[in-house]
C-alpha cells in the first residue's frame, strides 16, 4: 500500500504526517480522510486553487496533469514545476511526500 509522507504544515500538520494511501484515490481525499484539512473550496471540482500541494518526492508516479488543472494552477500561489491540484492527483502505487503551502488563495473564504 503506498504512502503520503506529509511535511510539516503550522497549521494544517504541524508535526508532519505519514499516511497509508489506497490507489486510485485523490491526495485531497486521502488527506481530508485523516484528519488534515486541506481547503478544497470548489469541493474537488477542479475550479479553484486551494488544494495546491507540491509533489517533493514521487512526481513522476502520477498521471500527467489535464489542462483543466494546469490552467488552474497558473493561478495557484507559489506555484513550482511539481505543484498539483491535489484533488486531481491520484495515488496509484508509489509513495509520495508532499507540502501543503503555506499560503492559498481563496476567493470564497470569508474572514470572521
Known amino acids: ?5 506529509v511535511l510539516p504544515h503550522e497549521e494544517l ?6 499516511i497509508e494511501a489506497k490507489s486510485g484515490v485523490s491526495i ?3 488527506l481530508l480522510a485523516n484528519d ?3 481547503e478544497h473550496a470548489c469541493e474537488k471540482s477542479c ?10 518526492e514521487g512526481f513522476d508516479d502520477l498521471d500527467p ?3 483543466t488543472e494546469d490552467d488552474m494552477l497558473d493561478k495557484a500561489w507559489g ?15 508509489g509513495d509520495l511526500t508532499v507540502e501543503i503551502p503555506k499560503y492559498t488563495i481563496n ?5 470572521k
Not at 475550479?47 to 517533493?56: G, Q
Not at 514545476?81 to 502505487?93: E, G, M, T
Not at 476567493?107 to 474572514?111: A, G, L
Open 79 to 93: 506555484l513550482e514545476p511539481h505543484s498539483r491540484l491535489s484533488c486531481q492527483a491520484i495515488v496509484k502505487d
Open 13 to 18: 500538520c504541524p508535526e508532519g504526517a505519514v
Open 65 to 67: 496533469s489535464e489542462e
Open 1 to 5: 500500500m503506498p504512502k503520503i509522507i
Open 107 to 111: 476567493m470564497v473564504k470569508e474572514v
Open 47 to 56: 475550479a479553484c486553487t486551494t488544494c495546491h500541494v507540491i509533489v517533493r
Open 28 to 30: 485531497c481525499d486521502t
Open 36 to 38: 488534515i484539512e486541506i
